[in-house]
């Protein structure tokens, strides 16, 4: 759009020139352009060629490919990170499934994004998954996420990686999605299994590798709970096999799927398995599992995180001890359906201002405070 701008500026400044240098009468001499207007368009063709080598323009070259990256995006929006593209990869142990903030209203509260974002940079929170089930992606438009997305990348990029949940039922969107990661310099792409319409397993590899070929680092998010669609493990095995797909996030809760998704990826891949329930976390990384993507981390950043070191580093004993106060919580976070309890208990203790969740969610039944409240209390957040 910018060089068929600058080319229909061009055009203009051209048939200028030809008129100037026409003949204004018979027998008058062509009139000179005065010294200080040649001076202004020369200045002129000097800002836009400044411009176009800024964009990366050269000459007629076509318009970049959409896998490449966008610096020029990043200026627009406003970030202050000079290594928005670097993509960072993605870090064993505790990967937060991060809340999105509300006001009152019912908009995104930047202010208490930030404050999140700060606190699990404090905690040593090892990955930030932004937008997925827990951020109500579902539910934000396509400016919400990227305004979500560009305070976060402002805030942490290269200080810890970025994860965008990208994933929905239709594969345009998710492509839209994933773009939109890439400009903004995210690191990695959370895609969640096509809910609602249960395509077959042939189906969903399709997808997958077609998003995978736009460079983004995919991690596959199998959640048949939500979805009602199971990745099979020998789906994740050929999905694994695209060098652009570099992990999974297991919501099952089978830990004994875990041995068998091991046996069939190669030994050559550094493919990342993590648990995406808090309950068996700490289990699944005991059977070999590389660390967890949590919703109890959002209110207890610098304990998973411990636990998720200690494991990883074979100190499952020290693991065990600093899990046990966590065990009610761990359950407690779905006594509503997620986020709802999450952003109670975020609120309690002072995380965020208010625990409004976008309809067709609501704020926790008064019913369960109290035990999510005691779950705090045993965890030693309150």
């Known amino acids: 759009r910018g060089w ?13 020139a030809i008129m100037q240098a026409a003949p204004q009468a018979p027998m008058q001499r062509r009139r000179r352009p005065p010294p200080m207007e040649l001076l202004f368009t020369m200045m ?27 610096s020029t995006q990043s200026l627009l929006v406003g970030l202050s990170a000079s290594n928005t593209n670097e993509m960072m990869p993605l870090n064993r142990g505790s990967t937060v499934a991060l809340i999105t903030p509300m006001t009152c209203a019912g908009d995104v509260h930047v202010d208490n994004l930030k404050n999140l974002l700060q606190y699990h940079l404090d905690a040593g929170t090892d990955n930030l998954c932004m937008l997925g089930t827990t951020g109500e992606a579902s539910t934000l438009s396509t400016e919400e996420r990227r305004l979500v997305l560009s305070t976060a990348v402002e805030m942490c990029k290269g200080q810890i990686p970025i994860m965008a949940g990208c994933g929905t039922i239709n594969p345009v969107a998710v492509k839209e999605m994933t773009q939109q990661a890439i400009d903004l310099g995210c690191d990695a792409n959370l895609l969640v299994t096509p809910y609602y319409v249960k395509p077959p397993q042939r189906g969903m590899i399709r997808m997958f590798c077609n998003i995978a070929d736009m460079g983004l680092p995919v991690v596959l998010y199998n959640i048949p709970g939500r979805a009602s669609i199971n990745l099979s493990d020998e789906s994740i095995a050929t999905c694994a096999q695209h060098e652009s797909i570099v992990g999974l996030k297991d919501a099952t809760g089978d830990l004994s799927r875990l041995e068998s998704i091991r046996q069939l990826l190669s030994d050559e891949r550094d493919f990342l398995l993590y648990s995406g329930d808090d309950n068996t976390s700490l289990e699944y990384v005991k059977r070999g599992g590389h660390g967890c993507i949590s919703v109890t981390a959002n209110v207890a950043a610098p304990t998973m995180h411990q636990i998720m070191r200690a494991a990883l580093n074979g100190n499952f004993t020290e693991a065990e001890t600093l899990n046990q106060p966590l065990l ?45 409240e005691q779950a705090l209390q045993a965890a030693g957040l309150i």
């Open 44 to 70: 002129r063709f000097l800002l836009i060629s400044i411009g176009l080598l800024a964009c990366g323009v050269s000459g007629f070259a076509p318009l970049r490919p959409a896998h490449k990256s966008h």
């Open 328 to 372: 009610q919580l761990h359950k407690q976070l779905f006594c509503e359906p997620s986020p709802m309890p999450v952003k109670w208990a975020a609120q309690r203790i002072k995380l965020i201002d208010t625990d409004y969740c976008r309809p067709p969610l609501d704020t926790l039944d008064s019913a369960f405070m109290p035990q999510v």
């Open 4 to 16: 068929r701008c600058t080319g229909a500026y061009l055009r203009q400044c051209r048939m200028h």
